[in-house]
């Protein structure tokens, strides 16, 4: 234990991404490994979302619309670019991850003409799942569940789009994407990828991997608060044959026309739908600012240190009483899932003594990393409260 | 002019609801008819806001969700059921308009087995014309443009849906929402009411004249903040048969239980889609209160006195210099719209003047007069600083 508390001393302070950790509101009390659900206030938030109602609501009213609001969504967009690997013009921040994650499949079986099945992981977040099914009964498609290691056993001339999340919600497990999106255009297939729980987490390259589109979260790892909006990456070269269900005025190339006949925009803008949610969109725009500056190789180097530490401390401390289910490679994005058959109970006891984590039925403990406000010590401090509490069992 | 003064002074004494404007964060030295766009700021709205992001994110962090957030669309939807006229569980605060009037559009005509027309007002505002054409064009059906006065013509055995504004965007004449529901029903097909321009300003009876299904804005009259998540209302009778496109977790029977297929909700949830916007939609939770205790019935009065006094104005000040657009009878909403061939810019030159109204193509100057918050005072105003700009050109 002595040599745990000089090893995680020792990482903090060498850690050059330590500094971040100042510019989140974070009780020192509390150890936070739920980032992975919702990412932590970054300290600029709660003064940025008060100006945004007492000044620009408030003061500008409804001449804030065209001097700031309406391109928010393009300019959010831009700030999230670099994180996904996008060159500018091709992200913009919209609605819900399910809003999107239906435009996306819409608009892609549209790029797919002819094809009829949408592939879909099997161990998906549900809601890609159920949106999934409802776009292809929309689009007379069918639903083909996947193992993404098999994908080979379903891809074939009938498949349209790929849908596939990065990283695997229950157990972290990381994708390879370049080798996913290869598979599913060679078989002349469109690959649309969900980034709720890579983005912010690991360096990610949308445009050099060809990507057809991409949508995630901005409430995760990226610290926009509770159910910010999220995002769509759609590429320059298919921008203009994208055709995604939600024809709002958003997207519409001349808003403030009241054109009676849908246009869509000729960029991005067409994957908006209708009046952006600003309050949360310029919250979100706040919260982006933490990362000005932020190496993504740095971030991806720290989470793979925290999450191996985090590992080498429930092996020592808790030794068989749990099963790690997170990979121990490098195939893992930023979370950390335990088995237990009494998670459920186990997490609520953590949360009473300030551990906080998550649940996933049925069995499941997460534990996520976000680097940029995570330590070491928080790793340490979460085995052994687990360790404490299992102890205390007998 | 003196007359006018007096009228004013003495109306404004008189006002029942004059106690009112005091609840909003304006600026004495501006006179806003724009609330028919975006509502004025009600003064809880900046404190509450910044209370959820340092409090019930800073502090609670993910513990919010379980505590007080996961059901606030429901429950904020409860503060908005008695403005149209809603027993409870019948409304559901969600998502934008242009995505819930696709939501209720496919909806509804899945209510409409083997009907295959979505009858649009053909006068609507745009971007319900441009959902329709998606959802038909998703639902195997067509879009069939009508003119509210002469539904007649097409309704038949081939509607499916009627999707009617109850107040109309640019001219600000109200329809009749009790004789045309029933004509819809009289041909068997489903009313589909869009309240943007009419929620907040008058009584709506959504229960008793049984309508289908409503959506309805509520950073117009509802002072929600700009772009704050609109609503969705679907009765009890038809909640278990009514199947939206946008099956999102949010709208699970079992949200946590992260089951594979999807199983909407019983109630009114099974509207919802994604994650919940909390920032948002618990800063319209905080606007919304100031509607405790005001009697629609007095804001309807004050509605059509305000705008009668403004026209009066209108009338005396400016003669035929404009065009008094909006119906001059009791079939209006809030808003009074005048037509100018040089609308344009006599908005921005109004504008420049501190009377915010809002300019619709290609020719109509738009003001909207919120009973909360506009005087008969800056009626008076707004009208003397048209006739101001009108005679200094000549």
């Not at 008060?50 to 700030?79: D, N, Y």
């Not at 161990?123 to 799942?129: A, V």
Request: aromatic fraction near 8%; hydrophobic fraction near 45%.
């Amino acid at each position: 234990m002595t040599e745990l508390n000089a090893r995680a001393a020792k990482l903090d302070a060498e850690d050059p991404l330590g500094y971040l950790r100042a510019e989140f509101d974070l009780d020192p009390a509390v150890v936070y490994l739920d980032g992975n659900s919702l990412g932590a206030p970054p300290r600029q938030v709660a003064g940025r979302v008060e100006e945004v109602v007492r000044e620009q609501w408030g003061r500008r009213l409804i001449r804030s619309w065209p001097e700031r609001w309406w391109v928010a969504p393009e300019r959010v967009g831009e700030k999230i670019a670099p994180l996904v690997g996008a060159a500018p013009g091709q992200v913009v921040v919209a609605d819900s991850t399910s809003v999107n994650v239906f435009k996306a499949l819409v608009g892609a079986v549209r790029l797919a003409p002819g094809r009829r099945e949408i592939v879909v992981d099997a161990t998906t977040f549900p809601t890609d799942g159920y949106v999934a099914e409802s776009a292809a009964e929309l689009t007379g498609t069918m639903v083909v569940p996947a193992v993404v290691d098999e994908l080979d056993d379903v891809l074939s001339e009938r498949t349209a789009v790929v849908l596939l999340n990065q990283v695997d919600y229950k157990t972290g497990r990381l994708h390879d994407m370049a080798a996913a999106t290869e598979k599913i255009h060679a078989a002349g297939a469109r690959a649309v990828w969900d980034l709720c729980h890579s983005v912010g987490v690991l360096p990610i390259e949308l445009d050099a991997l060809g990507v057809d589109v991409a949508v995630g979260c901005t409430y995760k790892f990226l610290n926009g608060g509770p159910g910010s909006p999220a995002f769509i990456y759609v590429p320059h070269h298919l921008q203009a044959e994208f055709h995604q269900p939600l024809p709002g005025w958003g997207g519409h190339r001349d808003p403030f026309a009241m054109e009676s006949s849908y246009a869509p925009a000729p960029g991005i803008a067409r994957a908006r739908a209708g009046t952006p949610d600003i309050l949360s969109l310029l919250a979100l725009d706040a919260a982006l600012e933490v990362w000005d500056g932020v190496d993504m190789t740095a971030v991806r180097a720290k989470g793979l240190a925290l999450t191996g530490f985090f590992i080498e401390c429930v092996d020592e401390l808790l030794g068989r009483a749990v099963e790690v289910v997170t990979p121990r490679g490098e195939w893992r994005g930023h979370q950390v899932s335990l088995r237990h058959h009494d998670a459920s109970t186990l997490v609520a006891e953590l949360t009473a003594r300030d551990v906080i984590g998550d649940y996933r039925p049925p069995d499941v403990l997460r534990f996520g990393f976000a680097p940029l406000y995570v330590t070491y010590g928080d790793a340490l401090r979460a085995a052994r409260a687990l360790a404490d509490l299992l102890a205390e069992r007998g």
